[in-house]
């Protein structure tokens, strides 16, 4: 990844970093360091004053621990917006339905994006897939991506490591780059330098 150009106008877009995913109903994940990672990626980004969109799951269930009622919707400390930055709210799994996420950032120019959060397999997925498809240039951070251990439908458990690896490995085959937190910090000193 020595050679992962950003352009300067890249987006940078946590997805879903929310408060409800640390409580039941919710079942464990397994990154540990997901907030730290990217609490980090968003610190560089508004140090080298990049564009920054965060996206939040406003859901219509009722009952939802991510319903806008509860307090389980707001955002996880550090990652609310700050200053300017917009947020986009969003009541499906992809942050393009629904929302003015394309308008916004075709205003920008932005063609190459950055995405990361919780979880992996749902919303942060299926954001990625839809990106790609719209056309941008999609950098997925992994390890900034969590997700949940998962029911198989035949009384068994899928554990959400090998449920983020699965899904990182098809992103990767078809739909992004991916890369790591170090690898994004060392791309993007390297564009801060050129």
Known sequence: MNSLKLP???????IDMQRAFDAAPWPPRWNERVDENGLTLLAAWRAARRPIIHVRHDSVKEGSTLHPEQP???LRPGFEPVGEEPLVTKSVNAAFIGTDLDLRLRRLGTHTVVMFGISTDMCVSTSVRVAA??????????DACDCFDLADGEGGVIA???IHRAHIATL????AEVLTT????????AAKAA
């Open 172 to 175: 990767r085959a078809d739909f």
């Open 72 to 74: 389980g919707n707001a």
């Open 182 to 189: 170090e690898e994004l910090l060392t791309a993007l000193s």
């Open 160 to 162: 959400a490591r090998e």
């Open 133 to 142: 498809n719209l056309g941008y240039r999609v950098l997925l951070v992994e």
């Open 8 to 14: 300067e106008n890249t987006a940078l877009i946590p």
